[in-house]
């Protein structure tokens, strides 16, 4: 399975963007759970948020209410929509991919919390978000 994100950029604290994955690759994209984490240099990778083909998702605390990750199946992209976004959010932006069934909240939980369990990950979007 290959990822390719896209859509990251600047803007300014408050702000909104959206980042995009597209997936090549896999057979049936349906059976993967989708995430994203983000990298600061210095610090630990953070899940941010993952869902399962059925659309079930987990969040990471700091970004609960403000962010939302979907995904169209058809298209095989994903997307992360960043709102109120703050300065603590800059960072490189990943998306991730493990095998899954519909359901499985217990991998999409995993994504989230260790993002370092995923199978598959893209090269990653910048996002900075300037005070």
């Known amino acids: 399975v290959q990822l390719m994100e896209s859509g990251g950029g600047e803007v300014q604290a408050g702000g909104s963007i959206r980042l995009s994955c597209t997936a090549s690759?896999?057979?049936?994209?349906?059976?993967?759970?989708l995430g994203w984490y983000r990298e600061v240099p210095g610090k630990n990778r953070d899940g941010v948020a993952a869902?399962?083909?059925?659309?079930?998702?987990d969040y990471g605390t700091s970004v609960k209410g403000r962010f939302t990750v979907s995904r169209n199946n058809a298209k095989n992209i994903l997307y992360l929509q960043m709102n109120s976004l703050k300065p603590e959010d800059t960072g490189m932006y990943f998306c991730?991919?493990?095998?899954?069934?519909?359901?499985?909240?217990?991998?999409?939980?995993?994504?989230?919390?260790?993002?370092?369990?995923?199978?598959?990950w893209g090269q990653g979007t910048q996002v900075t978000v300037a005070s």
């Open positions: 869902l399962d083909s059925d659309g079930s998702a």
């Open positions: 690759g896999a057979d049936d994209y349906r059976r993967y759970c």
């Open positions: 991730t991919a493990e095998s899954c069934n519909p359901r499985d909240y217990d991998v999409v939980h995993a994504l989230v919390v260790n993002p370092n369990v995923a199978a598959y």
